[in-house]
């Protein structure tokens, strides 16, 4: 799966950025780590067999999301095998 993100620069250039991982959270936390460091996302898209999806840019606020799906993915788990 490709993560596609543009961005703006605090001088005013525009950057378009391309990222490859098979796993969801590996993008989220690319972008996660670009917002912490003071970039600012103009557009993000995930694109994998012909289909895109966009992203919401207001998710992203710099915080880790990755302990928190896998601790969603556990209580899914959980529920679903009780």
């Excluded at 969801?24 to 012909?50: I, M, P, T, Y």
Aim: charged letters at 20%; a negative charge.
């Amino acid at each position: 799966m490709w993560l596609f993100f543009s961005s703006v620069s605090t001088t005013g250039e525009i950057s378009t950025h391309g990222f490859c991982s098979p796993e969801l959270e590996d993008h989220l936390e690319a972008l996660n780590h670009f917002v912490a460091s003071g970039g600012s996302l103009l557009s993000a898209f995930l694109a994998e067999k012909g289909q895109r999806l966009d992203l919401p840019l207001e998710a992203f606020d710099g915080r880790p999301v990755r302990e928190y799906i896998r601790e969603l993915q556990e209580q899914y788990r959980h529920a679903l095998s009780s």
